[in-house]
């Protein structure tokens, strides 16, 4: 853990795919996290893919946070679909939301598509561990991800109590 020192900040990239978890289709999403995070400076330490199943992707959420990630990224099962579970599970891992990070996503994908509204993305903390859903899409992913992307080498100095004062100085 941790950017004050030379260690990268370590990462999980989890995949919510029926079809992907069956190996029926290929896991773009994921690739595209994956590097984006990557290039941001993360370690990208743990790459998983499930099928939309509450209780198994519950499961595996407390599994990574618990094992001290600290960033989970998840992508798909965000959207309206009766098999998108993917916040139902997070709400059920997190200690406290952050719901400024998907405020902040939902907002400028509707700059994009009017499809944007239909997303149930949550983002929260569990522990120091800090998990991000992101849609399915490779594109939805990516334009989300970018979003957030600047405040979360802060966010996770901030959770894992590296930094204990975050208002910057005022000028006189």
């Given at each position: ?24 289709r ?21 790459v998983?893919i ?16 618990d094992?001290g ?28 939301e952050?719901p400024?990070?998907?405020?902040a996503m939902?907002?400028e994908s ?8 239909l997303?149930?993305?949550?983002c929260?903390?569990r ?5 991000i859903?992101?849609p ?6 990516r334009?989300c991800?970018s ?10 100095e901030?959770?894992?109590?590296a930094v ?9």
């Open positions: 853990m941790s950017s004050g020192d030379d260690t990268a900040f370590r990462a999980a990239v989890v995949t919510v795919s029926d079809k992907g978890a069956a190996g029926e290929e896991d773009r999403s994921g690739a595209v996290v994956r590097e984006m995070l990557e290039e941001a400076g993360l370690e990208v330490a743990r998983e499930v099928p939309d199943d509450t209780a198994r992707l519950e499961a595996l959420l407390r599994d990574v946070c094992a990630m600290d960033l989970l990224v998840t992508t798909g099962g965000t959207g309206v679909s009766p098999r998108d579970v993917t916040p139902e599970a997070t709400l059920r891992v997190i200690d406290r952050v400024g990070l998907a405020e939902r907002a509707l700059k994009v598509t009017p499809h944007a509204m997303s149930r993305a949550v929260g903390l522990g120091s561990t800090l998990i859903n992101l399915g899409s490779p594109k939805g992913a334009e991800l979003v957030v992307l600047p405040a979360v080498p802060h966010a996770l901030v959770a894992a109590g204990s004062e975050c208002a910057s100085p005022s000028p006189d």
